[in-house]
């Protein structure tokens, strides 16, 4: 499937043991107190454990390597009990989250007793794959051990041939399979069924003949054709319920497939009994689910199919689906939109744009930010033009999804593309709450005239409105235009911010305000305006949990009041934001934190402790992007040099008269 859910072979693994029967309570306390990023991906542990929180606050941005820190946290302590044993199964058709989750946990193996395992076929990826980048990356970090499954040797296939038929094989028999298969396990063991199922292999009491004569002439041309012709001796009613078991995927659930062939449960029975004698289907244990055998038997059944009666097939499953989980319907969404898109001409597209859009919030809220970008995008590509509504709301959520994958520069043109249709719809909210974003990721960004000049579009758009939103947006233009060293300007903008915010009486939103404001302070080292601002902001943030936030509040506060001279509230503070800061790799935090570990050991000529920041400060900066040397600079006492970084004129911002 091309829509699978993000993370699956991780996600099944979890729904297994949610299934198994053992105690429940090993799980949970595996899950300590990561449990709700856990449920982000496997959203069945809520129906299982309703204590899960909600999970933390985050920046889109960086709920991925969060996602990734509390799955290996989970893995560990499950690991404690007894090692673990993690078998991902044909990497080649890996989709995009579970490579890069996969990537993440190879370097932390070594501290658990844990082994991942990968199986892949190297004919199926080449140079552009995302595994050969994956493997090539792990590989030069010696982070892998990589084995050859060769083809079995002549003796091989004669023992295998033997355990088949549960006799010794004539050599002739043997030379035939071992020359046609080339020792490919899956392919010797479909050939010998499909010459006993001939009838030119066994007698009547099930032995192999004593005048045996058999040559290339009594095998098909290709392994499809060997597994097309054993699938045509399976009864009609059989075909039809493989058929419609093909559509369903390559694990499916045998009353799924009742609801999809139209057969009554005898009939069903019938057919998977048939079908496990034969080999082609078996059980997966724990689950009643059942699987094909090999996934060239689904693709044979589904490639001897005619079009129209594949996307008739496919457009019933997205109908049962829906009927079967219509109280779920979010947690069947890939599912869903992978049956509609192959319903051909029968798919309607709203509803396809319906569950594309479901499938790529349910992927950016489990972190898996390319697949979001993947749904999305195919979404806006079915959405008429003359939809605006929809494609404005798709086009943020694009915006949003790029952003978190690194891809600023198109982040920014998709959301200029947003703002641009929610202005013409004069919807002031979702222009007002987009605005902000994009302000402060300008800013963050260090491109503060483009900040200055989207704050002016935005404000000037929205008037004298009173909202939250409006007063986030001034206070996002109050910290472009303090980095641009317009001091009067952005205390204003402040000022009117914080007032709107109390007219509102959203009390989160004045907390946002004030945490921009904190910033403003620290930057024109007005430290005791700084500390009184961000300690609101911070109460309201522990308050609702909005750890992010705290981090990056309280850091700017541990600065300045260590600045001021109250060394022991600002330790105190320190050692419990830090501990939050590198549970969250909040780098911005981590990096304010160490800025003031550097002063504090500068005041005690601690020049050895001293020299141990700047390597880790140095390395925060360039994996975060972050103007650290505007900090540093404005930490020493200089005046802020925004503007004169970018080596451009200051950009102006008129105070707005309302």
Known sequence: MDSTPPYLPYVEMIEQVISSPRSPLALREALGDVAAEI???????????????????????????????????????????QPLLLVLEDLHWADESTLLLTEYLAPLLSEMPVLIIGTYRNDEIDTSHPLSHVLSQ???????VRLRVRRL?????????????????????????????????????????????????????GRIRRDL?????????????????????????????????????????????????????????????????????????????????????????????????????????ANAIERRYAEELEEHAADLTHHIARAGRSADRPRLVRYLTIAGDRAADAAAFDEAVAHFEHALSLVERGNQQTRAELLERLAMALRSVG??????????????????????????????????????????????????RALGALGDIVSADRARLLSATGWAVTMGGDYETAKAMFDQARALADQVGDE????????????????????????????????????????????????FVIYQDGALGSHEQATRLAD???????????LGAIFMLLLHRAREAVMLADLELLKSFGPRMADICERGSLPGSTWAISVWGLPPTGAAMLNEPRPSFAAQSN
């Open 39 to 81: 449920a982000r991906i496997a959203p069945g542990l809520r129906r299982l454990f309703t204590d899960i929180p909600q999970p933390v606050e985050l920046p889109p941005e960086l709920a991925r390597r969060y996602l990734w820190n509390s799955f290996h946290q989970f893995v560990a302590r499950g690991a404690q009990t």
């Open 138 to 144: 792990l590989g030069r970090r010696r982070l892998t």
């Open 153 to 205: 040797s002549f003796g091989d296939v004669r023992t295998m041939v033997g355990a088949l038929a549960g006799q010794a094989p004539p050599e002739e028999l043997v030379r035939l399979i071992d020359s046609e298969t080339e020792g490919n396990p899956f392919f010797v063991e479909e050939l010998y069924l499909h010459l006993a199922e001939s009838g030119a292999l066994l007698d009547d009491h």
């Open 213 to 317: 004569k058999v040559d290339e002439a009594s095998v098909p041309e290709s392994i499809r054709l060997v597994i097309g012709e054993r699938l045509s001796r399976m009864s009609s009613s059989t075909r039809q319920v493989l058929v419609a078991a093909a559509v369903s995927g390559r694990v499916f659930a045998p009353d799924f497939v009742a609801d999809l062939a139209g057969v009554d449960m005898e009939t069903l029975s019938d057919a998977f009994e048939e079908a496990e004698h034969a080999r082609l289907v078996g059980p997966v244990e724990g689950d009643g689910t059942l699987a094909f055998s090999h996934e060239l038997i689904r693709q044979t059944l589904l490639a001897d199919v005619s079009t129209v009666k594949r996307e008739r097939l496919h457009l019933q499953a």
């Open 407 to 456: 891809s600023w520069d198109d982040a920014l043109r998709t959301m200029n593309e947003a703002l641009d249709l929610y202005q013409v719809l004069g919807q002031t909210e979702s222009l007002g709450r987009l605005s902000s974003m994009m302000v402060l990721q300008l800013t963050w960004t260090a491109r503060i005239k483009e900040a200055v000049q989207a704050a002016q």
């Open 508 to 555: 989160r939103a004045l907390a946002d305000v004030l945490h921009m404001q904190t910033i403003h302070h620290f930057e024109y080292a007005e430290f005791i305006e700084g500390v009184s601002a961000g300690l609101r902001a911070a109460a309201v943030f522990e308050r609702e949990g909005a750890l992010w936030d705290l981090c990056s509040v309280q850091a």
């Open 576 to 586: 419990k934001t830090m501990a939050i800061a590198e549970r969250l790799s909040h």
